[in-house]
């Protein structure tokens, strides 16, 4: 067992609230596989919080102050606010509270070798190619990912070496809270404007996460990038650069696509051939990610025909590019893209896949990103040959009827694009206008993937309710 520096007393007993996250349940498997006695509780049941019960977890459904049976410790997600009834029990037991950003940072703190990945967009997938090069070479990480990964077997896996690799996401400034040795920027972007109040608040906490680096460490960082390349003159610890287009210590050259969509390129390392890569994922946005990952590997002390090797086993996680099957002869494709760049870079890797009309359908995420991006979601739909946009998920926000997503269709000028609200009808819709060959892309942060999900089962005389 590790010990925390966070209270006066010892810490045996934690119970986590909102223990079914993504990135909470990989916490409290951590804490249980390093002797902790742990609870927690949700809203709802999972496949997660099973797997943790069988881990030894006590797992609360709802919750309520009887849950808290005087823990240690609390740690709390950032939706879970201090009016949450095991929160004010906490506070009238006087149990000491944290929130999961500084659990996950003070657990970072007993890895010599933690890697923290950001960036606006590509954290899941960067943090899931470098996770599986660093295991499949033999360096047996202790990994957190923001998805299920197949490879791994879900979203965490807990290592015995020094290194530690987990998402650090920008959000509230979260990753602030975090410690890393090395530190991934991949972009840096317009988002959470909820929070932020511009881009310029946005990329000073990015040079505050950078400078939590140690002299000694590395950021790996993408010089393609304006507003990253902003940060080098304050940092102090070593930079690593790669892009495409700017003079960077990695760059990729040669790249071509193959049949599936895939992209293949020689990668140059100060001058020289550093090898040859083969992705099975797509788009040039992947690339990128690619070169983050190879950077990171590099410095860690994987040789270059290690990661050559090992670099193609990623092919995806479930809701990025993810292929869901086929309804009369179009394949139907998941995406998580939520942000126009992210939403651009999905799109344009979809035309090196073989197809014959773009079908696109957009779930916008949250009230606040949709109204602060409007114009620019509205020019992000070009590749797509049509375009559906339906309701805003909301997630943590409630509609004050300042935004509707047929604004974004009204600042379109798509030959094809429209609004639709009902998930039922735009499943209908699709079924009777597909054509072989069509390639239908459902987008969003939200529940937009019960469409493709529709889709399927509607040739089985259910489909979506």
């Known amino acids: 067992m590790f010990s925390f520096d966070l209270s006066l007393h010892e810490i045996y007993h934690i119970h986590l609230v909102g223990i079914g996250g993504i990135s909470m349940s990989a916490i409290a498997e951590i804490l249980l596989k390093h002797g902790y006695r742990v609870s927690g509780s949700d809203i709802k049941d999972s496949n997660l919080l099973e797997k943790l019960r069988n881990h030894g977890a006590e797992i609360f459904i709802g919750h309520s102050a009887e849950n808290i049976h005087n823990p240690d410790l609390i740690v709390y997600t950032a939706a879970i606010k201090d009016n949450n009834p095991e929160r004010v029990r906490a506070k009238e037991l006087n149990i000491p509270e944290i929130d999961r950003a500084e659990m996950l940072g003070s657990i970072m703190k007993k890895y010599k070798k933690a890697i923290a990945v950001s960036g606006s967009h590509g954290k899941t997938t960067t943090t899931s190619l470098i996770s599986l090069i660093l295991e499949y070479s033999g360096l047996d990480p202790t990994i957190l990912v923001g998805g299920e990964l197949d490879e791994i077997g879900g979203n965490i896996k807990i290592g015995a070496s020094p290194h530690f690799i987990t998402e650090a996401c920008e959000y509230v400034e979260s990753f602030l809270k975090f410690h890393p040795f090395i530190g991934v920027i991949l972009n840096i972007d317009e988002d959470h404007l909820d929070y932020f109040k511009n881009i310029d608040h946005i990329k000073e906490a990015f040079k505050k996460f950078a400078l939590k680096i140690p002299n000694e460490g590395f950021l790996i960082a993408n010089n393609d990038d304006a507003n990253v390349k902003e940060l080098f003159p304050h940092i102090k610890c070593n930079i690593i650069t790669y892009g495409l ?221």
């Open 245 to 465: 287009w700017e003079k960077s210590h990695f760059t990729a050259t040669d790249i071509k696509f193959n049949t599936d969509g895939f992209p293949s390129f020689r990668v140059i390392f100060e001058g020289e051939t550093y090898g040859y890569f083969q992705l099975s994922v797509p788009g040039y946005h992947n690339i990128y990610n690619s070169l983050a990952s190879i950077a990171t590997a590099h410095v860690l002390g994987v040789s270059p025909e290690d990661i050559c090797k090992h670099i193609s086993i990623y092919k995806g996680i479930h809701r990025r590019f993810d292929l869901l099957g086929e309804v009369n002869g179009a394949k139907i494709i998941d995406d998580y893209a939520h942000h126009p760049a992210e939403i651009r870079a999905t799109l344009e890797a979809a035309k090196n896949y073989p197809h014959r009309n773009i079908w696109c359908i957009f779930q916008p995420h949250t009230y606040t990103r949709t109204q602060a991006l409007l114009t620019e979601f509205a020019k992000s739909f070009d590749d797509a040959d049509h375009v559906i946009i339906t309701d805003i998920y909301a997630a943590r926000e409630l509609d004050e009827g300042k935004i509707h997503s047929s604004k974004m269709v009204e600042l379109m000028s798509h030959p094809d694009a429209k609004y639709m609200k009902n998930f039922h009808d735009i499943v209908n819709h699709l079924y009777d206008n597909l054509q072989p060959q069509d390639l239908v892309l459902t987008m969003g942060a939200g529940d937009v993937y019960k469409i493709g999900e529709g889709l399927l089962e509607k040739e089985n005389g259910n489909g979506i309710k």
